[in-house]
């Protein structure tokens, strides 16, 4: 079982975001990818809404990629070309979860959607990281 965190704990939030990024990755007939890129999609929220805890910055509850990026930047934390990417991934948060709304996702499409979540969750950690905590180092 993973460790329970806080919820003001920049690495709960990175831990929620690895489980959703562990999820996206592993194919299975009877999954959708629609349901992967999904979780892809979570990683990569979860992780910059840990970033966002980190910088000690609000944020509202959203499934907005783009304007958690924003709000990053807001925060004189220049965000990388490679990460600010990740706001494709926001149609994955609603159009895609529902039967007949949106297109059918391809291979390519998951395979995209999940580069760009690890690139996204590589990039905060090594900020976060740089706030003096790291990952396992706080337990119950």
Same mark, same amino acid.
């Given at each position: 079982?993973?460790? &329970?965190?806080?919820?003001?704990?920049?690495?709960?939030?990175? @831990? /929620?975001?690895?489980?959703?990024?562990?999820?996206?990755?592993?194919?299975?007939?009877?999954?959708?990818?629609?349901?992967?890129?999904? @979780?892809? &999609? &979570?990683?990569? =929220?979860?992780?910059?809404?840990?970033?966002?805890?980190?910088?000690?910055?609000?944020?509202?509850?959203?499934?907005?990629?783009? @304007?958690?990026?924003?709000?990053? =930047?807001?925060?004189?934390?220049? *965000?990388?070309?490679?990460?600010?990417?990740?706001?494709?991934?926001? @149609?994955?948060?609603?159009?895609?979860?529902?039967?007949?709304?949106? =297109?059918? *996702?391809?291979?390519?499409?998951?395979? /995209?959607? *999940?580069?760009?979540?690890?690139?996204?969750?590589?990039?905060?950690?090594?900020?976060?990281?740089?706030?003096?905590?790291?990952?396992?180092?706080?337990?119950?």
């Amino acid at each position: 079982m993973p460790n &329970q965190r806080p919820p003001d704990d920049p690495w709960a939030w990175l @831990d /929620r975001s690895r489980s959703n990024l562990t999820r996206a990755r592993h194919t299975h007939p009877d999954v959708y990818l629609e349901d992967l890129c999904f @979780d892809a &999609q &979570q990683a990569a =929220e979860k992780a910059l809404k840990g970033l966002l805890i980190h910088l000690e910055a609000a944020f509202p509850y959203t499934h907005d990629v783009a @304007d958690l990026i924003t709000l990053i =930047e807001d925060h004189d934390l220049p *965000v990388p070309e490679s990460v600010k990417d990740a706001a494709i991934l926001t @149609d994955y948060a609603v159009a895609t979860r529902y039967p007949g709304v949106g =297109e059918p *996702v391809t291979e390519d499409e998951h395979e /995209r959607a *999940v580069a760009i979540a690890e690139r996204v969750v590589e990039w905060v950690e090594g900020h976060v990281k740089t706030g003096g905590e790291t990952p396992g180092s706080r337990t119950e």
